[in-house]
């Protein structure tokens, strides 16, 4: 056999051989299928990877803004913005008037009415009935429209404050609430405050003083209450008022306005006490 016939030969046994029968085939098919198959799977395999890994890097985004650590629950606290506001240009008001200073007197300080001014301020004793000796004493303010206008009750047109150890009540004695004429000082008769002194041959024009109060309870002074009450009065001649008095036991101060005056309860709000 020559050489080139003995190549071919061996080629021909080389070469890959048709399948013999259909089984074969059929083999090669399913094989071809399985192979396509994975690659199929595969590429979903890589899809669903790549969609897990979008899904979970937008999680992780998501999570980092609601951060409740990041929120502040502390009240009345602000975040700083990312850009400044403008802020408005105000005019400071100049139409405000100069402030009086407010007036002290012992414990408390307060602010007189506009138009009104001490008229009189003086200490004021007791005497220990039982002994007869000097007893606790106090001060005692007079204040009131300047120059002391109108009807007077204890040489007094407007407000009678008093302070200290001693507060007056009842014919000089010490201050009660709550009884009968206790804004009646003093010991003798008080002519009626709205004529002048009676003449000799009227001797009768004086006031009734020695009445239960019509009202009572607790009224504020300041940021304090005060134990309130409220008295009737009558001159003989028909004129009538309603003296009031405002006690603070504590702090030692007494407020009486017998004629009932419009400012007394501003006066009475601007109370400040020590301590």
Same mark, same amino acid.
């Given at each position: 056999m020559r050489t080139?016939?003995?190549?071919?030969?061996?080629?021909?046994?080389?070469?890959?051989?048709?399948?013999?029968?259909n089984t074969a085939l059929t083999g090669m098919h399913r094989a071809i299928g399985r192979r396509r198959?994975?690659?199929?799977?595969?590429?979903?395999?890589?899809?669903?990877?790549?969609?897990?890994?979008?899904?979970?890097?937008?999680?992780?985004?998501?999570?980092?803004?609601?951060?409740?650590?990041?929120?502040?629950?502390?009240?009345?606290?602000? %975040? !700083? &913005? =990312? $850009? +400044? /506001? %403008? !802020? &408005? =240009? $105000? +005019? /400071?008001? !100049?139409?405000?008037?100069?402030?009086?200073?407010?007036?002290?007197?012992?414990?408390?300080?307060?602010?007189?009415?506009?138009?009104?001014?001490?008229?009189?301020?003086?200490?004021?004793?007791?005497t220990d009935l039982s002994t007869?000796?000097?007893?606790?004493?106090?001060?005692?303010?007079?204040?009131?429209?300047?120059?002391?206008p109108g009807p007077q009750w204890d040489g007094c047109a407007g407000l009678l404050i008093h302070?200290?150890?001693?507060?007056p009540g009842n014919e000089m004695l010490p201050y009660e609430p709550h009884t009968a004429g206790a804004w009646s000082h003093s010991t003798d008769a008080n002519p009626c405050p709205f004529t002048a002194t009676p003449p000799q041959d009227t001797p009768g024009n004086y006031v009734?003083?020695?009445?239960?109060?019509?009202?009572?309870?607790?009224?504020?002074?300041?940021?304090?209450?005060?134990?309130?009450?409220?008295?009737?009065?009558?001159?003989?001649s028909g004129e009538t008022f309603e003296p009031q008095a405002w006690f603070l036991p504590q702090s030692k101060v007494l407020i009486f306005d017998v004629f009932g005056h419009d400012e007394t309860e501003a006066f009475l709000a601007s109370f400040e006490f020590d301590g």
């Open positions: 080139d016939d003995m190549v071919r030969e061996a080629l021909a046994d080389l070469a890959p051989t048709a399948p013999a029968d198959r994975r690659q199929q799977v595969a590429r979903i395999a890589a899809a669903v990877a790549f969609v897990a890994l979008a899904v979970g890097t937008t999680a992780v985004v998501l999570d980092a803004e609601s951060d409740p650590s990041q929120v502040s629950t502390d009240p009345d606290e602000t %975040t !700083t &913005p =990312t $850009t +400044t /506001p %403008t !802020t &408005p =240009t $105000t +005019t /400071p008001d !100049t139409t405000e008037g100069n402030q009086v200073e407010p007036t002290r007197f012992g414990p408390v300080t307060f602010q007189l009415p506009e138009g009104w001014e001490i008229i009189d301020r003086y200490d004021q004793g007791s007869g000796e000097p007893g606790p004493t106090g001060e005692t303010m007079c204040i009131a429209p300047a120059g002391n302070q200290g150890d001693f507060l009734v003083t020695g009445l239960e109060p019509i009202d009572q309870g607790l009224r504020p002074v300041g940021d304090h209450m005060a134990d309130y009450d409220r008295w009737p009065a009558e001159c003989p």
